[in-house]
């Protein structure tokens, strides 16, 4: 829910931009005042309301909030319900006793059954200004979100494991890269020497050599970590050591070794993102959450996809009957979600994602989402209102979705970028987000 506030502080904002639209709107009458509105909602793929959730109408501006009432909906019969999900007498009409351009915002919010702060909104789903030409509520931001890209990878790392065996186990939101480089050691030896003195005394500097004689010398293996991956390297830390023999003519001998030199190289793994321009939509109550649905998914052992409001065509939804498993919810494309609960450890990258390797729903075993014969399913990105804490099915707001692989060896791959398509737009009459046109009334 939005504290009164978060409310204040958004109402603040677009009273800021309302200056944008003075003079767009002139009041129909100037002798007799308005004192009553009658508003018409005309929806385009509003979504149904999940059980646990239904829709309330608002106006606002800076010193009030006002609820016209609460809806549900069903897209297939597009029918409008009360809080009681009884048909609504007044189907998409509402009311509201006063002139409702004496607010700045109409805005459609997603509130929790039983509601347990009636007075204030919850998180809001659709808004625009009462000043428009034409009032077209759409989910805020959502030029901002058509703008971002996603792309993601399923490279794993919390095992340990470099074998590609166990790749696409796991779902990372970000570009994905096995690079090498030259490893810049200053303990590594490159080249030494022994010089014979005359000394008769004996230094013993480091212990780390374990046998030396004229042509070899011989170190402990030292463990290395970088990035995200272990690399075994072998390498000496010392500085010069002397001895002296004990056998006449008692010669003293000086390991030099020549330092600051490339030992060898590594080979590591990159996650990078380019500009994928998220904005940050968790001051309107919403964050964005990852999904991935495959048939290899047991849906008896966790959920099913709940699918958007569309006209489905052209195969968009088609690999979608599967189970169904969460990434988990974040507020930034560009830094960690807010958990990973099914991974081996913490050596994960700092993006979005998840891998499915242990604690599963139901005692689910691990996940390999692209087998032998290829993955068959869709990986998506939702938004969810934060008072919808579920992970066994999705809010119907699909921002971003895109297959799974079908070749095995694209998950095996020393690059991966699988790119998802954006589905927020709102000009589109056959699939995206929701569009609500308002028509009002003023007597």
Known sequence: MLTPCKRLLFLALFVIGIALYVGCDQPEDILTPTSQTKLYLNEERLPNNPDSLIYELWAANSTDTVSMGKFGYNHATRKYFDGNMELRADSNEF????????????????????????????????????????????????????GSTVRYNMETTSDGNRNPDTDGYGIWFSNYIEESRDLNDTNAILDWEVVTLTMETLYVIDTNIIAIDTNSIVVKDTTLIFGLDTVSQTVVRFDVIERIDTVPPYPKTLLSIDWDVSYGSITYDNFTQDNFAFPDISQYGWKYKGWVVSDIIDTLAVGKMTKPAWILSDGEMENTDGGLLTTGTFDRIDAPDDANPYVKSDRVPPFPGEEFFQNLPAGLDSVNLVPEAGGIGKVFVTVEPINFNTDTTNFPLIAFMGDLPYDRMSVEDVEQQFTLKGWMFSNDPYRGFPLITVTKVRY
Do not use: R
Request: glycine share 2%; net charge negative; charged share 15%.
């Open 95 to 146: 009311y509201i006793a006063d002139d409702v351009n004496n607010y700045e915002v109409l805005f459609v919010s997603v509130e929790t059954v039983p509601d347990n702060d009636a007075a204030s909104p919850g998180p809001i789903m659709l808004l625009d200004f009462t000043a428009s030409p034409t009032i077209k509520m759409t989910f805020p931001q959502v030029d901002s979100i058509w």
